[in-house]
């Protein structure tokens, strides 16, 4: 109730400069809200596309205006490119229309490992391990950094029977994540939850810290919260988190909530 029920939806801004989105979940009906209706063009890189970081497309208001612009990056798909495995994902039974037909114009790029540039944004992106295949980007913009790992397979290994998260830290996610102003970063199970899940793709709050922590990050976003955790839950887990944090010298811990603003 208080930390949100949408899903993944973020919005990078720079004053005078088109918005940078960062996936495309059911959160974006309620961030079209808060943006202009039209004249509209933007970015979204979009991580990977399991249903909670796409689902709110069609519910965006910009993309139901002619001339509107989105150009979605996402991560190359094995059974095709991204708009023809996306177009599979929406389109009749599942949803009674093909992206095709909405009044935006879409634009679908496939990336997988590189640099670029979107705009005055440098763009890094480099695949992160998930189940199927994911990236995370990097902005540099405007003087600041920003990473976003959504959704991130710890690596683990049985200890007395239990799966068990280690210190391993892949090298393409060391180098999202070095030094960055602000790391929005999956911190979904505590080590029981893990345990049971180890393998749904997703991480412990201690494996978000000890990455910030010997990435040097100046704040990590605690973010991609268990549906199953209540508010009350959430309170303790975050007030977990900054504590440590705090010990191991992370200069800011924060726990992201539904329509959080930060001004970097
Ligand atoms: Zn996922
Ligand atoms: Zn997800």
Known sequence: VRYGGNTASISVEVHGENPILFDLGTGLRLL????????FAAT???????WDH???LPFFP????PGNRLDIYGPHQADGT???VFGGLMKPPYFPIHFSELQGDVRFIDVTSEEMAIGNAKVLVRPVPHVGP???YRLDWDGMSVTYISDHQAPYTSVDGRPTVTNHIDAGVMELCDGVDLLIHDAQYTPDE??????WGHCTVDYALMLAKRAGVKALAMFHHD???????MDELIEDAKCKGLAMGIPEIIGTYEGLVLDL
Not at 44 to 50: E, G, M, N
Not at 62 to 65: L, T
């Open 62 to 65: 910009q993309i139901h205006v």
């Open 134 to 136: 994911t990236v995370g």
């Open 194 to 199: 893990f345990a049971v899940k180890s393998y």
């Open 82 to 84: 991204l708009a023809e």
């Open 54 to 56: 796409v689902q709110g």
């Open 227 to 233: 549906p199953g955790h209540s508010d009350e839950r």
């Open 44 to 50: 979204a890189l979009v991580t990977h596309i399991h």
């Open 32 to 39: 079209g809200q808060s943006m202009p209706i039209t004249p």
